[in-house]
C-alpha cells in the first residue's frame, strides 16, 4: 500500500460543483500539505496543516477550503470549482524532523468543465 | 517570502553525457535545499537534499552544490540514462521543520539514447 493515497485519482466535474479530494497517509508524520501543478507554474502551495488543531493558508487558497479529520488525514474541497482549477493537485507528508523530506501521493487530476 | 527561480525549463542531453540544473533563491535565511523527481504520472520523489552548513553532497551519479553568498544551488547528474528523464524540481526553505517549500517551476529532462 502507498503511503500516501490520494482518491479520486481522476475526477472530471462541472463548472459550480462542490468537490472533495481526500489524502491519507500511513507514515505518521504530524504535517499535511495541498500543492497544485499547472504546466509551467511548477508546484504552488494551497492548504497546510502541522496538527489537527492547525490550519494555514498557502500561496493560492483562493477558492479552496481544507479540512483535518484525523493526524493521517486532510481533505481538500472546492466548493464552487471553476474552469481555471483544473489540475493536478497533490497531497504531501513531512515530520518535524524532516530529515527525509515530503512525501508526496500519486496526485489527482482535476479537470472542471 | 521566498521565490526559487529555476533554469532551465527543458533540457536534452545524449546519453552519458552530465546534466546540469540551477535554482536561485531569494531569502538569505534558507537553510534546506531538496531536491525532486518526478517520474510520468507519478508524485514528486525526493532524490537529494542539502543543508546550509554543507556546500557539496553527492548520491552516486547525482550531486548537488550550494553556494550561500551567491543564493544559489545545483542539481549534477552524471553519465545520464534513459530513466533519468523526468521533471526535476528545486526547493528550499528558510526555516527548516516550520515553514513549508517553496518550489521551482520545474525543469524537463530528456535523455536522447
Known amino acids: 500500500d502507498a503511503d500516501v493515497t490520494q482518491t479520486p485519482r481522476n475526477r472530471i466535474t462541472k463548472t459550480g460543483k462542490r468537490i472533495m479530494l481526500e489524502c491519507s497517509q500511513t507514515k505518521g508524520h504530524d504535517r499535511m500539505y495541498w500543492y497544485r501543478q499547472d504546466p509551467g507554474l511548477g508546484l504552488r502551495l494551497i492548504y497546510y496543516?502541522?496538527?489537527?488543531?492547525?490550519?494555514n493558508k498557502g500561496e493560492i487558497s483562493d477558492g479552496y477550503s481544507v479540512s483535518r479529520q484525523a493526524q493521517a488525514k486532510f481533505s481538500l474541497s472546492l466548493e464552487s470549482a471553476i474552469p481555471n482549477q483544473t489540475a493536478l493537485y497533490f497531497c504531501a507528508t513531512s515530520d518535524l524532523n524532516r530529515q527525509i523530506g515530503y512525501t508526496f501521493g500519486s496526485g489527482t487530476r482535476l479537470t472542471v468543465v | 517570502g521566498e521565490n526559487v527561480e529555476q533554469h532551465p525549463s527543458t533540457l536534452s542531453v545524449q546519453e552519458g553525457d552530465s546534466a546540469v540544473i540551477k535554482c536561485t533563491y531569494s531569502d538569505s535565511a534558507s537553510n534546506y535545499f531538496p531536491w525532486y523527481k518526478q517520474e510520468l504520472g507519478k508524485g514528486p520523489q525526493l532524490i537529494i537534499d542539502i543543508r546550509s552548513n554543507v556546500g557539496e553532497k553527492k548520491d552516486q551519479r547525482i550531486a548537488v552544490t550550494l553556494n550561500k553568498t551567491a543564493k544559489h544551488f545545483s542539481l549534477h547528474i552524471t553519465e545520464t540514462q534513459p530513466e533519468d528523464s523526468a521533471v526535476y524540481f528545486c526547493?528550499?526553505?528558510?526555516?527548516?521543520?516550520?515553514?513549508?517549500?517553496?518550489f521551482g517551476k520545474g525543469t524537463r529532462l530528456s535523455v536522447i539514447a
Open positions: 526547493a528550499a526553505t528558510p526555516n527548516s521543520g516550520n515553514t513549508p517549500l517553496v
Open positions: 496543516s502541522f496538527d489537527v488543531k492547525d490550519i
